[in-house]
């Protein structure tokens, strides 16, 4: 069965909140815990090169990741209809460069489903080295001991989501369930892989399909404020030419940090999306998001030349 595209019709039918969205989900696994489960092979070998960036809805919607970095406080994040508590462990929140290590992993299962590979499983079993090019990190030491933060930050980090409407139903899981360096020698056989298993909420969207292609070029930004800013606009534009949200609303959605006063000052200054071209109306206080047919330029300073022509040919 191959991945197909979000129905984001069937999403606006929804609401444009995540409010259902974010109940289907935790209902569904919380009823699916104690059913038999499909066969899922043992580990799924993340050996696929050339495959595009993808992410979850779940990820992209809410303000899972500090933008900062290094906040070890719990971070609340209230709703009308739902609340979602993030609590660091001792290594902190999770950061959103932090997070391109998730969007390694569903990129690659996203790309084996396409190809309707049969090893689908929570267990991946990662070459680093891989990880490293597509985000176009070194690979000295200080990278391999910078991605094992990484992974602690994930693993330590527990994410809790309660349902107002309904009480009784609570969900808490980590952004990886665990990792380990193990032998495989199928996969490489110079040196121990990495195996990471993901929570069941990540392979359920996968499973429904609640997965986005993010643009090549999001490699290139290099501002976490940014890099976030896109994920929203992202996640909810959809097919659509022009989106519209209150600059309050976004600046809850981002989980921004700074004033309301600094974050419409940086919208104003210095956002370069890929994909979208952003406007403030300063009348209503709406920020408007208008996708663009062809990605803005980035300058060679912010993304290296030999990626920006790799990027120009996958786009």
């Not at 090019?133 to 001991?145: I, K, L």
């Amino acid at each position: 069965m191959k991945c197909a595209k979000v129905d984001h019709a069937k999403i606006k039918q929804l609401g444009l909140s995540i409010v259902d969205f974010v109940e289907k989900l935790v209902i569904e696994l919380i009823r699916t815990e104690s059913a038999p489960r499909i066969h899922r092979h043992d580990h799924f070998r993340a050996n696929i090169h050339e495959t595009r960036l993808k992410l979850d809805l779940l990820c992209l919607r809410l303000p899972l990741f500090s933008i900062k970095g290094g906040n070890k406080q719990p971070v609340e994040y209230q709703q009308p209809d739902y609340s979602i508590l993030v609590k660091p462990g001792l290594s902190g929140q999770p950061s959103i460069k932090d997070k391109e290590f998730l969007i390694f992993c569903i990129s690659q299962l996203t790309e084996g489903h396409n190809r309707d590979r049969n090893d689908l499983s929570r267990k991946l079993r990662i070459v680093p080295h891989h990880f490293f090019q597509m985000f176009r990190r070194g690979t000295r030491g200080q990278d391999y001991s910078g991605l094992i933060e990484t992974l602690e930050r994930l693993k330590e980090t527990t994410i809790t989501i309660q349902m107002h409407s309904h009480p009784k139903i609570i969900h808490s899981f980590s952004l990886i369930q665990s990792w380990s360096f193990v032998k495989d020698t199928a996969i490489f056989d110079q040196q121990k892989v990495l195996e990471v298993e993901l929570p069941e909420i990540t392979i359920k969207q996968l499973e429904n399909r609640q997965i986005l292609t993010l643009s090549p070029l999001y490699v290139g930004v290099r501002s976490p404020s940014e890099r976030r800013i896109y994920e929203v606009a992202r996640s909810h534009c959809g097919n659509e030419s022009e989106w519209k949200i209150g600059l309050q609303k976004l600046h809850e959605k981002t989980g921004s940090e700074c004033s309301i006063e600094k974050f419409k000052w940086k919208l104003k200054s210095s956002p370069r999306l890929p994909d979208y071209e952003i406007s403030i109306n300063e009348v209503k206080n709406l920020v408007v998001f208008k996708k663009t047919s062809i990605a803005r330029p980035i300058s060679p300073n912010a993304l290296g030349k030999r990626h920006l022509r790799r990027a120009k040919r996958i786009g």
